[in-house]
């Protein structure tokens, strides 16, 4: 039965999605009480990180020209061990361009790694129930995320460890993931060979101007929430993971429940009430005043993000199953191209008005909402959107 793992796609999905969280989880959770307490970062070189953190998921669209050369599975193992390595080498070097150049090593695995992800899960997972099983496995991400919580609380709060020791020990697990899965799983032959070249197709056209949004919506919650958190109201880093801790347990019991909403309801529904709720709680971020309210508006914008799953399952039912590769590398990169540049503009309005932040994101949301009312009810090839006519 153990032996059966090994040929198992589902579980590789697992496994890759749980090395990828793992590490970089930690990596998130001490950033910011890392890069003011030790590197005595302001708003603006936290937003310049950010930005160099994205430059890697910009350029995803290079995963294409590398499968030339390497398959997708012994990508995904490459990306395993660099991201690994990268998060582990980011607390031995805590000056500015130290932590630039380790966050981009840990990035550039991080986005080929989840490029290459999202591409075997839309090819592996059935249409119809794929909704529920990408629920599963954010679950079990979510209780990645808890262990890792967990484990940093203690490391630090009871055992003093330093930043550099927790870094080196998250990174190291996953390098060694990525190479005890490089040699013990089966390799897999595709079902559908992949279109090896970049295009921008317009029946994707709602898909793509949703994911940049999608992208744009991630950076302001990822950088300026928890930042937020840090710098007005003065969280230190244990009640940080306890918010995290929070959010991850939250997650477990939701994120299935989330999969069949989709499944029942449609991609449509979905995603209108994930914008709407984006639009109450960054409204509200930009004029909180008490830290209890600002932890509530954490924890549902957090909880948002188990949405996304609609914008990857209504990808799916109306792609051509030979583009999703290829889709996928277009989709991160259209994802993350605000993300190269929005950190450092908000890094740069923020040290004037954060509540302009969060302004700005109120805004992104009310556009992706007017976008998502052309969704069909039943996409699918064909019907990408209600402006198609059958």
Not at 125 to 154: R, W
Not at 210 to 216: M, N, Q, V
Not at 262 to 287: D, K, M, T, W
Request: aromatic share 16%; glycine share 6%.
């Amino acid at each position: 039965m153990f032996k059966n793992i090994f040929k198992s796609r589902v579980a590789l999905l697992y496994i890759l999605s749980i090395s990828m969280i793992f590490s970089f989880s930690a990596w998130m959770s001490l950033l910011n009480n890392f890069v003011v307490e030790i590197a005595k970062f302001n708003g603006s070189q936290i937003g310049f990180l950010q930005s160099i953190r994205e430059i890697p998921g910009f350029l995803s669209f290079g995963v294409i020209f590398v499968l030339f050369f390497v398959s997708q599975q012994r990508l995904a193992y490459i990306s395993m061990i660099a991201l690994g390595a990268g998060v582990a080498l980011t607390g031995l070097f805590p000056s500015t361009i130290g932590l630039y150049v380790t966050t981009l090593i840990m990035s550039l695995g991080f986005h080929y790694l989840a490029t290459i992800n999202q591409s075997l899960s839309l090819q592996w997972l059935d249409k119809k129930t794929s909704p529920v099983t990408l629920g599963k496995i954010t679950a079990a991400n979510s209780f990645i995320k808890l262990l890792v919580f967990v484990l940093i609380f203690f490391m630090m709060k009871f055992y003093s460890i330093e930043f550099k020791s927790v870094y080196l020990i998250f990174g190291g697990v996953t390098v060694v993931l990525g190479i005890l899965s490089w040699a013990l799983f089966e390799h897999f032959k595709d079902d559908v060979p992949q279109e090896n070249k970049l295009k921008l197709k317009k029946e994707y056209w709602l898909f793509y101007v949703l994911t940049f949004f999608a992208g744009a919506r991630r950076q302001i919650f990822i950088v300026f929430a928890s930042f937020l958190l840090v710098q007005k109201f003065g969280v230190s880093v244990e009640h940080m993971v306890i918010l995290l801790f929070v959010n991850s347990i939250l997650n477990i019991y939701l994120a299935p429940k989330i999969g069949k909403y989709i499944v029942r309801f449609g991609e449509r529904l979905a995603l209108r009430v994930e914008y709407i709720g984006l639009i109450v709680i960054f409204s509200s971020y930009a004029f909180v005043n008490d830290v209890n309210i600002a932890y509530f508006l954490y924890i549902c914008d957090h909880l948002l993000f188990s949405m996304a799953i609609a914008l990857k399952t209504y990808f799916q039912k109306i792609s051509n199953p030979k583009d999703l590769s290829s889709a996928s590398a277009v989709s991160f990169t259209i994802n993350h191209i605000a993300a190269v540049f929005l950190p450092a503009i908000l890094g740069i309005i923020w040290l004037w008005s954060n509540s302009l932040v969060f302004i700005i994101g109120t805004t992104i949301a009310i556009c992706s909402l007017a976008l998502s009312f052309l969704i069909p009810q039943n996409p699918h090839q064909g019907n990408e959107t209600t402006l198609v006519k059958i």
